[in-house]
C-alpha cells in the first residue's frame, strides 16, 4: 500500500515568510519575479468590491451550498446512506472553491464575523467524507461507486481534488491548521498510487488516463510547494505531458464526444500552436504548465506558453480580456472570430486568464502579462458579480440587442442568484478574496508593481511600500517606500499601462536612475524611508478601432479610458432611443464626469451620436462595462458603429 501519511510542513524560504498567497515558490526556482511576501488592499476601488465579496458574497455561500445539496453529498457520503443531489458528477468542487475563498478572506484582519467557525465545520465536513484510502468524490461513493475512476473524460474527479488541494492550500496558510491539507495530501498520495509516472507498489502498470478538465496540474505543483514533496511536482509534469496523446478518445460515450481539440488532447501542449476548444480547461491547463515550468525551467514548456499566450491575447481575446467566443463548447474560436453578442466570455474563463498572465508575468518579468491581467480584471471578470455581491453572470456578452429575447437558465445575459453549474461564483470569490497577491512582486534587486491598489506590499528581500490611489477614477498613484535595504541601491518598478499615452512621475531631489524599460519604469537609488514617488498616468477618454480583421465589429467604435472598457445602456439614453439605430461621431466632444450616485460611484463618458434614420444628433452617455445589468433588461453593447 502507498504511504498515506502527511509530511510536516515545510520550513525555510518557502515557509511562514514565502508569499502567503496562492502561489508560493520553492528556492531557487526558475522565474523572474517572486510574489510579494505580504500584499493588503486596505482602500480604494478594489477594496470596496473585496468588502463586498467578504460581506455579503462569502457568507451566503454555506446557504446557497445547502440549497443546491452540495452539503448533502459530503454527509452522505460520510454518513455512508442516501442519494447524491445535483445535476454534476463535480458538485464538491463548488464547497472545495467556497472554502479556498473563505479561507483567504481570513487573511484580511478583521475576518467576517463567524466566518472562521464555518470554514471549520465545512473542513470537519470534507474529512468526514473521505474513505480509508483517500478517494473523496461524493458522486461516485454515494451514487455511482461502480463507476470510480472510470469516466475520466466527464467524471471531474481529478478536477475536484485539484480544488480540495487548492483549498486545502489556502487553509493551511491562512490558519496554520492542518485537518484539511492532510485530507488533500491522503488524496494526493492515493492519486498518485494510481496514475503517477512509476509502477504500483506491487509492480503492476498504473493508469494511463487524464482527467476532462484540466486543473489538478496547477494544484499539484502547489501541494509540492507547501509540502516539499517531490512526487507531487513530478505527478502534475507527467499528467501534463500524458495530454494531447488520445486518452480521452478511449472507451467514452461517442454522443458526447465533443472532439480532442475541446479538451486539449489533441495535440502535446509543446506542440500546440494555438489555445482551443474548452476555454477554462485550456487555461487551467496553461496556469499548472507554467507553475511547472517556474520549479523545473523546462525551456520548450516555456517557449510553447509564450507561443500559446500570444497567440489567445493577439488573436482570441475581446477587448474586455474576456476569452471564448463559442457558446457550443463553452470554446475558443478561430482567430479572430469575436462576435460581440454571441460572445460567451465565462466568467471562470477570465479567471483562468488572470491566473495564467499572472504566472508568466513572475516567470519572465514582462509586463505585456501584467496588461492584461489588468484588463480582464477591471472588465471580463468583474462584469460576472453583481455591484451588491448577491448576483452573478456566468456569460459575459459585448452587445445585447434592442427586443432581445430574455432567457432564462446559466448562460441568460442577466444577473442571477445561482446557477445549477455554479462553477463561477465561488470562483469569484477566491479570486477577490486573493487579490491583493495579484498586485506587487519582488526580485533580490526590488519591488515592482503590476496593479494599483492602495494597500501596503512587502517583498521577502527586505523593500516594502505603501501605495494611495484613486485608481482607476483618477491616474495619480503615490508609493511611499517604508523600507528598503539601507546598504545598497534598490530599484522601485512601476508599470505603465500598455494604453497610457503619457505620464509623468515625481522622484525624491536626489540622485537616482529613471529609465523605461518594457513597460516598466524603474526609478534605482538609495532609498530613505518615508520617501515618496507620484506617478501620473494620463486617463484620456479613448476611441478604441477593432482589428479590421474582426468581421462583426468591422466599422465599429469602443469608448476606453484608462484601464476600463465602456458600453451604452438603453437606461441612460434619451427615450425611444435604439441602440440598434445610433452611431458614434468620431469628432464628437467626449467629457468624463464622475457621478458618485450611479451604480455605485462610476465616471461616465457623455458624446454625441446620430441617429441612423434621420442624421439628427443624439446625446449617448456610456457607464463602465463592469457594472452592467443593474437595472432593466435593455439593450447594451461594447462596439459601436461609426458615423
Same mark, same amino acid.
Given at each position: 500500500?502507498?504511504?498515506?501519511? $502527511?509530511?510536516?510542513?515545510?520550513?525555510?524560504?518557502?515557509?511562514?515568510?514565502?508569499?502567503?498567497? $496562492?502561489?508560493?515558490?520553492?528556492?531557487?526556482?526558475? +522565474?523572474?519575479?517572486?510574489?510579494?511576501?505580504?500584499?493588503?488592499?486596505?482602500?480604494?476601488?478594489?477594496?470596496?468590491?473585496?468588502?463586498? +465579496?467578504?460581506?455579503?458574497?462569502?457568507?451566503?455561500?454555506?446557504?446557497?451550498?445547502?440549497?443546491?445539496?452540495?452539503?448533502? +453529498?459530503?454527509?452522505?457520503?460520510?454518513?455512508?446512506?442516501?442519494?447524491?443531489?445535483? @445535476?454534476?458528477?463535480?458538485?464538491?468542487?463548488?464547497?472545495?472553491?467556497?472554502?479556498?475563498?473563505?479561507?483567504?478572506?481570513?487573511?484580511?484582519?478583521?475576518?467576517?464575523?463567524?466566518?472562521?467557525?464555518?470554514?471549520?465545520?465545512?473542513?470537519?465536513?470534507?474529512?468526514?467524507?473521505?474513505?480509508?484510502?483517500?478517494?473523496?468524490?461524493?458522486?461516485?461513493?454515494?451514487?455511482?461507486?461502480?463507476?470510480?475512476?472510470? /469516466?475520466?473524460?466527464?467524471?471531474?474527479?481529478?478536477?475536484?481534488?485539484?480544488?480540495?488541494?487548492?483549498?486545502?492550500?489556502?487553509?493551511?496558510?491562512? %490558519?496554520?491548521?492542518?485537518?484539511?491539507?492532510?485530507?488533500?495530501?491522503?488524496?494526493?498520495?492515493?492519486?498518485?498510487?494510481?496514475?503517477?509516472?512509476?509502477?504500483?507498489? /506491487?509492480?503492476?502498470?498504473?493508469?494511463?488516463?487524464?482527467?476532462?478538465?484540466? /486543473?489538478?496540474?496547477?494544484?499539484?505543483?502547489?501541494?509540492?510547494?507547501?509540502?516539499?514533496?517531490?512526487?507531487?511536482?513530478?505527478?502534475?509534469?507527467?499528467?501534463?505531458?500524458?495530454?494531447?496523446?488520445?486518452?480521452?478518445?478511449?472507451?467514452?460515450?461517442?454522443?458526447?464526444?465533443?472532439?480532442?481539440?475541446?479538451?486539449?488532447?489533441?495535440?502535446?501542449?509543446?506542440?500546440?500552436?494555438?489555445?482551443?476548444?474548452?476555454?477554462?480547461?485550456?487555461?487551467?491547463?496553461?496556469?499548472?504548465?507554467?507553475?511547472?515550468?517556474?520549479?523545473?525551467?523546462?525551456? %520548450?514548456?516555456?517557449?510553447?506558453?509564450?507561443?500559446?499566450?500570444?497567440?489567445?491575447?493577439?488573436?482570441?481575446?475581446?477587448?474586455?480580456?474576456?476569452?471564448?467566443?463559442?457558446?457550443?463548447?463553452?470554446?475558443?474560436?478561430?482567430?479572430?472570430?469575436?462576435?460581440?453578442?454571441?460572445?460567451?466570455?465565462?466568467?471562470?474563463?477570465?479567471?483562468?486568464?488572470?491566473?495564467?498572465?499572472?504566472?508568466?508575468?513572475?516567470?519572465?518579468?514582462?509586463?505585456?502579462?501584467?496588461?492584461?491581467?489588468?484588463?480582464?480584471?477591471?472588465?471580463?471578470?468583474?462584469?460576472?458579480?453583481?455591484?451588491?455581491?448577491?448576483?452573478?453572470?456566468?456569460?459575459?456578452?459585448?452587445?445585447?440587442?434592442?427586443?432581445?429575447?430574455?432567457?432564462?437558465?446559466?448562460?441568460?445575459?442577466?444577473?442571477?442568484?445561482?446557477?445549477?453549474?455554479?462553477?463561477?461564483?465561488? +470562483?469569484?470569490?477566491?479570486?477577490?478574496?486573493?487579490?491583493?497577491?495579484?498586485?506587487?512582486?519582488?526580485?533580490?534587486?526590488?519591488?515592482?508593481?503590476?496593479?494599483?491598489?492602495?494597500?501596503?506590499?512587502?517583498?521577502?528581500?527586505?523593500?516594502?511600500?505603501?501605495?494611495?490611489?484613486?485608481?482607476?477614477?483618477?491616474?495619480?498613484?503615490?508609493?511611499?517606500? @517604508?523600507?528598503?535595504?539601507?546598504?545598497?541601491?534598490?530599484?522601485?518598478?512601476?508599470?505603465?499601462?500598455?494604453?497610457?499615452?503619457?505620464?509623468?512621475?515625481?522622484?525624491?531631489?536626489?540622485? @537616482?536612475?529613471?529609465?523605461?524599460?518594457?513597460?516598466?519604469?524603474?526609478?534605482?537609488?538609495?532609498?530613505?524611508?518615508?520617501?515618496?514617488?507620484?506617478?501620473?498616468?494620463?486617463?484620456?477618454?479613448?476611441?478604441?478601432?477593432?482589428?479590421?480583421?474582426?468581421?462583426?465589429?468591422?466599422?465599429?467604435?469602443?469608448? /476606453?479610458?484608462?484601464?476600463?472598457?465602456?458600453?451604452?445602456?438603453?437606461?441612460?439614453?434619451?427615450?425611444?432611443?435604439?441602440?440598434?439605430?445610433?452611431?458614434?461621431?468620431?469628432?464628437?466632444?467626449?467629457?468624463?464626469?464622475?457621478?458618485? @450616485?450611479?451604480?455605485?460611484?462610476?465616471?461616465?463618458?457623455? %458624446?454625441?451620436?446620430?441617429?441612423?434614420?434621420?442624421?439628427? $444628433?443624439?446625446?449617448?452617455?456610456?457607464?463602465?462595462?463592469?457594472?452592467?445589468?443593474?437595472?432593466?433588461?435593455?439593450?447594451?453593447?461594447?462596439?459601436?458603429?461609426?458615423?
Amino acid at each position: 500500500m502507498p504511504d498515506l501519511t $502527511p509530511p510536516s510542513a515545510p520550513q525555510g524560504p518557502q515557509g511562514p515568510q514565502g508569499s502567503q498567497g $496562492p502561489i508560493r515558490l520553492r528556492s531557487p526556482a526558475h +522565474n523572474a519575479l517572486r510574489p510579494a511576501a505580504t500584499a493588503r488592499i486596505t482602500g480604494g476601488f478594489w477594496a470596496a468590491r473585496r468588502h463586498t +465579496n467578504a460581506s455579503v458574497s462569502i457568507p451566503q455561500g454555506p446557504a446557497r451550498l445547502e440549497q443546491a445539496g452540495n452539503l448533502a +453529498n459530503l454527509r452522505a457520503a460520510a454518513q455512508g446512506a442516501g442519494a447524491f443531489t445535483g @445535476d454534476f458528477p463535480f458538485q464538491d468542487s463548488d464547497v472545495h472553491k467556497w472554502l479556498e475563498a473563505a479561507s483567504w478572506q481570513l487573511a484580511d484582519e478583521p475576518g467576517p464575523q463567524g466566518l472562521a467557525a464555518e470554514v471549520e465545520r465545512l473542513v470537519s465536513l470534507v474529512a468526514a467524507a473521505q474513505d480509508p484510502d483517500g478517494y473523496l468524490q461524493t458522486y461516485y461513493q454515494v451514487a455511482r461507486p461502480d463507476r470510480r475512476w472510470s /469516466e475520466l473524460d466527464w467524471g471531474h474527479e481529478l478536477y475536484c481534488a485539484g480544488h480540495l488541494i487548492q483549498a486545502a492550500v489556502a487553509h493551511h496558510r491562512t %490558519t496554520g491548521r492542518r485537518e484539511l491539507l492532510d485530507v488533500a495530501v491522503r488524496f494526493a498520495a492515493h492519486i498518485d498510487s494510481l496514475f503517477g509516472p512509476d509502477t504500483t507498489s /506491487e509492480g503492476a502498470a498504473k493508469k494511463h488516463g487524464i482527467c476532462g478538465h484540466p /486543473e489538478i496540474e496547477t494544484a499539484l505543483v502547489e501541494l509540492y510547494r507547501e509540502t516539499g514533496e517531490r512526487r507531487f511536482l513530478d505527478l502534475a509534469g507527467h499528467l501534463t505531458d500524458r495530454r494531447g496523446h488520445g486518452l480521452l478518445a478511449q472507451g467514452i460515450d461517442r454522443a458526447r464526444d465533443p472532439g480532442p481539440a475541446y479538451w486539449q488532447d489533441h495535440l502535446p501542449l509543446r506542440k500546440a500552436p494555438t489555445v482551443t476548444g474548452h476555454a477554462v480547461r485550456q487555461l487551467y491547463l496553461l496556469a499548472g504548465a507554467a507553475d511547472l515550468t517556474m520549479e523545473t525551467g523546462d525551456a %520548450t514548456l516555456r517557449e510553447a506558453l509564450e507561443r500559446l499566450w500570444h497567440s489567445m491575447a493577439g488573436t482570441k481575446t475581446y477587448l474586455t480580456g474576456g476569452v471564448g467566443a463559442r457558446h457550443e463548447g463553452e470554446a475558443f474560436g478561430e482567430p479572430f472570430e469575436l462576435p460581440p453578442d454571441r460572445a460567451y466570455a465565462e466568467t471562470c474563463a477570465a479567471i483562468a486568464s488572470v491566473q495564467w498572465s499572472w504566472r508568466m508575468a513572475l516567470l519572465t518579468g514582462e509586463t505585456r502579462y501584467s496588461d492584461l491581467v489588468e484588463r480582464t480584471l477591471y472588465n471580463g471578470f468583474l462584469s460576472g458579480v453583481a455591484l451588491d455581491g448577491d448576483r452573478w453572470l456566468y456569460v459575459n456578452p459585448l452587445q445585447v440587442r434592442d427586443d432581445h429575447e430574455i432567457r432564462t437558465g446559466d448562460q441568460a445575459p442577466r444577473r442571477t442568484p445561482w446557477f445549477s453549474c455554479a462553477c463561477c461564483p465561488p +470562483n469569484v470569490m477566491r479570486l477577490l478574496a486573493s487579490l491583493p497577491h495579484y498586485v506587487a512582486s519582488g526580485d533580490a534587486d526590488g519591488l515592482q508593481l503590476h496593479q494599483y491598489a492602495t494597500g501596503s506590499y512587502a517583498t521577502d528581500t527586505g523593500g516594502a511600500v505603501t501605495v494611495g490611489t484613486d485608481y482607476p477614477w483618477k491616474g495619480r498613484v503615490t508609493v511611499t517606500v @517604508d523600507a528598503a535595504p539601507a546598504d545598497r541601491d534598490w530599484t522601485l518598478s512601476l508599470r505603465i499601462p500598455s494604453w497610457c499615452a503619457e505620464f509623468t512621475v515625481a522622484a525624491p531631489d536626489r540622485q @537616482d536612475r529613471t529609465e523605461a524599460d518594457g513597460g516598466w519604469l524603474r526609478i534605482r537609488r538609495r532609498w530613505l524611508p518615508g520617501e515618496r514617488v507620484v506617478l501620473d498616468l494620463a486617463l484620456d477618454v479613448r476611441l478604441t478601432e477593432p482589428d479590421p480583421r474582426v468581421d462583426a465589429v468591422r466599422g465599429c467604435l469602443a469608448i /476606453e479610458r484608462g484601464p476600463l472598457v465602456y458600453c451604452l445602456e438603453s437606461a441612460d439614453q434619451p427615450v425611444g432611443l435604439r441602440l440598434d439605430a445610433v452611431a458614434l461621431i468620431t469628432d464628437a466632444r467626449t467629457v468624463a464626469e464622475h457621478r458618485p @450616485d450611479l451604480l455605485g460611484g462610476v465616471t461616465v463618458v457623455t %458624446t454625441t451620436g446620430r441617429r441612423r434614420s434621420d442624421g439628427t $444628433p443624439a446625446p449617448l452617455t456610456a457607464v463602465p462595462y463592469y457594472a452592467w445589468a443593474h437595472r432593466d433588461e435593455g439593450a447594451m453593447r461594447v462596439w459601436i458603429p461609426r458615423s
